[in-house]
């Protein structure tokens, strides 16, 4: 079975840190393109931050550019997102993407969400 198990939310005030955590199992890790996506209340679900299989390439949106992380270990099979200084419009749910396109078909496999709170 196919699992991604985001950890690691919490409520922290503004110009905090936050390491967020997705445990994979049930598939090829490894060969996996991973992405971390955020969506706020009302608000669209935007792409956060994205990692190579091989974790030689990474993309961050705009907004979190010099602020936010992201890595993997892929012995470890799992994706970290390191948030340093939070802003409260980083108030969102956190969903870690593993993403493929292997023999002509797309595999696209979702977390749970992981509530980010940035209040002061």
């Known amino acids: 079975q196919v699992q991604l198990v985001e950890s690691g939310g919490g409520l922290v005030q503004p110009g905090g840190s936050l390491r967020l955590s997705c445990a994979a199992s049930?598939?090829?890790?490894?060969?996996?393109?991973m992405n971390w996506y955020r969506q706020a209340p009302g608000k669209e679900r935007e792409l956060v931050a994205a990692?190579?299989?091989?974790?030689?390439?990474?993309n961050y949106v705009d907004s979190v550019k010099g602020r936010f992380t992201i890595s993997r270990d892929n012995a470890k099979m799992t994706v970290y997102l390191q948030m340093d200084s939070l802003k409260p419009e980083d108030t969102a749910v956190y969903y870690c993407?593993?993403?493929?396109?292997?023999?002509?078909?797309?595999?696209?496999?979702w977390g749970q969400g992981t509530q980010v709170t940035v209040s002061a």
């Open positions: 993407n593993a993403r493929r396109t292997w023999d002509k078909r797309n595999f696209n496999y």
């Open positions: 049930g598939f090829s890790f490894s060969k996996y393109a």
């Open positions: 990692i190579t299989s091989g974790g030689d390439i990474t």
